[in-house]
């Protein structure tokens, strides 16, 4: 899977997916992750709305990019993500960490 990026004013990027995050696709997303943050954009959202299925490498997958960003002061924010992509994070805890937007507009609302 390829992750397409879209900037958001000066310091946030939007990273969007289409199909399953696990094993195969969690590199090229810490990848697309680290190059943004590198890039200078440390705000990253990661939409999940078109991401049907996700496993632990992929849940690893974001962990690494919350800490990537964190590393460099900003922070890593989901949204949309489906009943099973939700189930698994709310099952690791990682929700708690993590907490679902709704919206790229509502998840760097602040």
Known sequence: MEFQTESIGDDIVVIRGDGRLNMVSGPALRETVTRAVEGGRARVVVDLSR???MDSSGLGALIAGLKTAREKGG?????QPSTQVAM???LSNVDKILPAFDST??????
Not at 75 to 79: A, S, Y
Not at 105 to 110: H, L, N, S
């Open 51 to 53: 991401i049907p299925f």
């Open 88 to 90: 698994v994070l709310k």
């Open 75 to 79: 922070d890593l924010r989901i949204v």
């Open 105 to 110: 507009e509502e998840a760097y609302g602040d």
